[in-house]
């Protein structure tokens, strides 16, 4: 007996992948995948997110079982684990044998959890991080990062380029998601320093736009020290002469003007206890990048 004849809720037409999840960033991938003339089925737990993309060609399912049935391959891309696991759980028998994509953001531990979660059940999983915004989906200009079954990456690898540039981190499926976060993290807390800074120059009446247009260049020149720093982290040798020394680098006058200026000197009071931290105990005269010793779980 046939899938079809199973249930008799399945689509007529087998598709060569189905979406779950039409927020804006599963809308982009299921576009880009119409886009690429392949076959999609999507679904979306509210109704009437799917009008555009059936316009478009693609079959829109009533429910996620009927999507799962619809094709081999299920992209979901969801708010979050619990959303994951609420969609996912009362489908995991029709999902057997098929290869689960999960580009949902969860933690590594939440991926791997996932991960066992699928294999228990006969799930190929591949673990998906986007490192793009939707605008970006369907370019090269985007990242995502896989980790989890290696032989559903390469399987797949023509379909995920599509998208964006895809890279394969490993069989460990949190891997992906713990790259991803690690990206974000250097990010938003550059984003918080500019917000910081701005609110600094606020109390003399600049402008954010106008701080922005200094703030901009100097920023990206100063990433170019990304490489020697990380030089001397993989050495492990802080004490290599050339490096901006801790002693050199207290931030005190940084966390005053901003107390002066009424704003809150939280951003940098954290990056000013780390250097305390470390001229506190002992390795004043090292240079600047031995802050990660004060992250990094040893
Ligand atoms: N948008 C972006 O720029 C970022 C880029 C980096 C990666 N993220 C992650 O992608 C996941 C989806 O993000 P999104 O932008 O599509 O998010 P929304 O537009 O808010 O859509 C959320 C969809 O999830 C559905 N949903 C939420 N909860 C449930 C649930 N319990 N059961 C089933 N579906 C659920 C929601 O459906 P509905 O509210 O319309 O019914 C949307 O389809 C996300 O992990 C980002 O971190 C995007």
Redesign the pocket.
């Known amino acids: 007996m046939s899938e079809t004849d199973r249930n008799p809720t399945h689509p007529t037409h087998p598709t060569d992948v189905s979406v779950l999840?039409?927020?804006?960033?599963?809308?982009a991938l299921a576009s880009a995948l119409l886009d690429a003339g392949r076959s999609v089925t999507v679904w979306?737990?509210?109704p009437g997110?799917a009008t555009d993309l059936v316009g478009r060609g693609a079959d829109a399912a009533h429910s996620a079982q009927e999507a799962v049935l619809a094709s081999p391959v299920i992209i979901a891309?969801?708010?979050?684990r619990?959303?994951v696991e609420?969609?996912l759980d009362p489908v995991a028998g029709e999902l057997r044998g098929r290869t689960l994509v999960n580009?949902?953001?969860t933690t590594p531990n939440e991926s791997r959890e996932l991960a066992a979660w699928a294999a228990e059940h006969g799930i190929d999983y591949l673990d998906g991080a986007?490192?793009?915004?939707?605008s970006m989906i369907g370019s090269r200009s985007g990242q995502i990062f896989y980790s989890g079954s290696r032989a559903a990456y390469e399987a797949l690898l023509p379909m995920l380029e599509v998208w964006a540039t895809s890279e394969f981190h490993g069989e460990d499926a949190g891997r992906a998601s713990l790259v991803d976060l690690a990206m974000l993290s250097g990010m938003y807390q550059m984003f918080t320093g500019f917000f910081h800074g701005a609110a600094m120059v606020a109390a003399m009446g600049m402008s954010a736009s106008e701080f922005a247009t200094r703030q901009a260049p100097f920023l990206a020149a100063m990433t170019e020290e990304l490489g020697s720093y990380a030089k001397v982290i993989d050495g492990g040798d802080y004490t290599v002469a050339s490096q901006q020394s801790l002693d050199f680098s207290d931030l005190t006058h940084i966390v005053r003007a901003s107390e002066e200026e009424g704003v809150d000197p939280a951003p940098i009071a954290g990056v000013q206890a780390l250097i305390s931290g470390q001229i506190a105990a002992g390795h004043g005269a090292e240079g600047f990048a031995r802050l990660y010793e004060s992250l990094a779980n040893r």
Do not use: D, Q, Y
Not at 21 to 27: E, F, I, P, T, W
Not at 77 to 80: A, F, G, H, R
């Open positions: 999840g039409l927020g804006a960033m599963g809308s979306n737990r509210t997110r891309c969801l708010l979050k619990s959303s609420e969609t580009v949902t953001t986007i490192m793009a915004v939707p």
